[in-house]
Nanobody
Framework: QVQLAQSGGGLVQPGGSLTLSCAAS????????ARWYRQAPGKQRELIAA???????HYADSVKGRFTISRDNAKNIVYLQMNSLKPEDTALYLC???????????????WGQGTQVTVSS
């Protein structure tokens, strides 16, 4: 049983910054991949950032150079630092983690509850 709790969303002016967090709890033996998605009304869900254990972070072109994904492995927390925010960044942001919650070496997808980010003046 693995649960993901998200926090850090809110309202920010264009050009501002926010940091989202995704805290994993429960029986966690290993986190293989951490991802951030976002979905705006009327649009498809978009993968914007991903990090594989032992690998290099990857970003969608729409956020590259502005967003940073990171992990605190000791605390099982995934972060998304968002800088130079634009109105088009307004969306529901979702944390997704592929993790081994059983000790068997098999990964499953777990999702956070989502947090709203609104960029407006």
């Amino acid at each position: 049983q693995v649960q993901l709790a998200q926090s850090g969303g809110g309202l920010v002016q264009p050009g501002g910054s926010l940091t989202l967090s995704c805290a994993a709890s429960g029986s966690i033996f290993s986190i293989y991949v951490a991802r951030w998605y976002r979905q705006a009304p009327g649009k498809q869900r978009e993968l914007i950032a991903a990090i594989v254990t032992g690998g290099t972070p990857h970003y969608a072109d729409s956020v590259k150079g502005r967003f940073t994904i990171s992990r605190d492995n000791a605390k099982n927390i995934v972060y998304l630092q968002m800088n130079s925010l634009k109105p088009e960044d307004t969306a529901l942001y979702l944390c997704n983690v592929a993790a081994d919650g059983s000790g068997l070496g098999i990964g499953y997808d777990y999702w956070g509850q989502g947090t709203q980010v609104t960029v407006s003046s």
